[in-house]
């Protein structure tokens, strides 16, 4: 199969890495890179890892038409104030009856419910598990594993930069020179306000209760209040008293009414949300048959993600 990749980030790379490692038993092939600034690359009987980019197309809709791919991967930065230009990709996609897969969560936690009636429309699949919990599977589990379901709500620690700040205030160092370390660990967003300010714990949490939970919002509809008025006096101060603050997605439907919210909670260093150090993440489904369930990815990192791409390929795959 042939498959396009719309950037080309370190997740991206990784993914061609995996794909490169895994060819012999899945033979997909990455014929087509765009990117924003090194512009763009073709071949149509694979790229390298490392390809050599020609000027840019003029439009991601040239792009495709040039590459024909069976799949499109989305991978570009991610907007969680408006979702785009990821989700216009996507559609761009669609219109030419190309299956998408995104590891950006800003069209599912935007336009979710739209997309997915649009690539029904077009008879084409969609596919997004690396935009939550980096490749571990939580919507593949809801929806192959748990026939009949209902999730009443969801309780996540979904940010891994939030979490290495306040570790590294924790440690007496500032704000800064903890999304420092954050950045030089890859697992930052492009522009770290997104993690500090709660708009990516947004985003995801708008991204899950729209699959799960059919709740047809967007990050702006998630009350929202981020680590930026935390302090270093303030994280030491909890630690010597065993405990720390975590940056918490929480989710509940109560008589039809839904609430969505992040925001910073003190718990005990003891606790199952403060148990996942570092890039680690967790969450808990709430459900009306099988109670709470949960799952949680150890230290994940750009080669997780990959794979959670790489499973929603195989996904696509199986079901044409």
Known sequence: MRVALLGYGNVGQAFAALLQKKRAAYPFRITAIHTATRGSAFDDKGLPIEPVFGPGMASTGEFLDRAR????????????ERGEPATTHIREAFARKIHVITANKGPIAHAYAALRDEARQAQVELRFESTVMDGAPVFNN???NLPGIEVLGFTGVLNSTSKVVIAAMQRGLTAQDGIREAQAMGIAEADASYDIEGWDSAAKTA????????ARVTPHQVTRQGIEHVTTERAVELRRAGKTIVLVSRAQ???GNLRLNVQPEVVSEMDLLAAAKGTSNTILLHTDLMGTIGMVSLNPGV??????????LVDIAKSL
């Open 142 to 144: 809801v929806r192959n």
């Open 303 to 312: 080669e997780e993600t990959a794979y959670g791409m790489f499973t929603d």
């Open 69 to 80: 791919p069976d799949i499109a991967v989305e991978i570009t930065p991610l907007d969680p």
């Open 253 to 255: 439907r109560d008589s």
């Open 207 to 214: 991204a899950l209760a729209n699959v799960l939970m059919d």
